[in-house]
């Protein structure tokens, strides 16, 4: 069974610059999260969807910050414009469903570093 | 919110000796527990998990046993290895997964 594919794996972009991160879930997999991981701190959600909804972007810093999962299975995360504080691994999971006992399945990340 | 707390690192052990890093939690409900490991260069891999009070899980000799009156989900093992080297989060998940900041385990031969 193929796993929770990422890419690009890592980028560098200067500050005010744009970037987007693509994600594949494991096919069947309804719930999908972006995850997003600074340095030496444990992952932070950043958005959370079941199918093509969004359940919870609470942490989404919406002003720089946009996903979308269009039908329901890839999901794309865009930061526009890059800030110095972005730099981080941007982690892609899935789970079959989105209630609590479900076990996540992550992705390698793409390491984001912005100059 | 839930949230967990665990124990800062690094740890650095002696091949064969016994581990423990501790996580407490905090939440409304009642919460599944897990245990994530991040090997060098790869992603985030469940280790063990713990859907109710007083489960245990286990995995590749690791255990943690779900506290509900302590509130903890210690990890433990009695024997560790060189290739348990690797950063441990204790995680909780109500509707969303949270995460602690990791603990790095390094093992020495």
């Not at chain 2, 302590?70 to 989060?89: C, I």
Request: with cysteine; aromatic share 10%.
């Amino acid at each position: 069974e193929a796993g929770v594919a990422q890419s690009p794996r890592y980028k560098i972009i200067e500050k005010r610059q744009s970037v987007a991160f693509w994600c594949n879930p494991i096919s069947g997999h309804a719930t999908l999260y972006w995850y997003q991981q600074i340095l030496g701190q444990g992952p932070k959600l950043l958005i959370q969807f079941q199918n093509n909804g969004v359940v919870d972007d609470s942490q989404l810093p919406k002003d720089r910050f946009s996903a979308e999962r269009l039908k329901g299975v890839d999901s794309t995360l865009k930061i526009q414009p890059a800030k110095l504080e972005d730099s981080a691994v941007y982690l892609c999971a899935s789970s079959v469903s989105g209630r609590g006992t479900g076990e996540l399945f992550f992705g390698e990340g793409s390491r984001l570093t912005v100059l | 919110g839930n949230s967990v707390t665990q124990m800062e690192g690094p740890v650095t052990l002696s091949e064969e000796a016994f581990l423990t890093i501790n996580c407490t939690y905090t939440a409304t409900g009642y919460p599944s527990l897990f245990w994530y490991v991040q090997y060098p260069g790869e992603g985030l891999q469940l280790l063990l998990k713990a859907t109710k009070a007083d489960d245990k899980g286990s995995n590749k000799g690791f255990e943690a046993t779900y506290r509900k009156e302590t509130t903890s989900f210690h990890l433990e093992k009695g024997s560790v290895q060189v290739s348990d080297s690797a950063v441990y989060f204790c995680a909780l998940t109500g509707n969303d997964m949270r995460f602690g900041a990791g603990t790095r385990l390094t093992v020495k031969p």
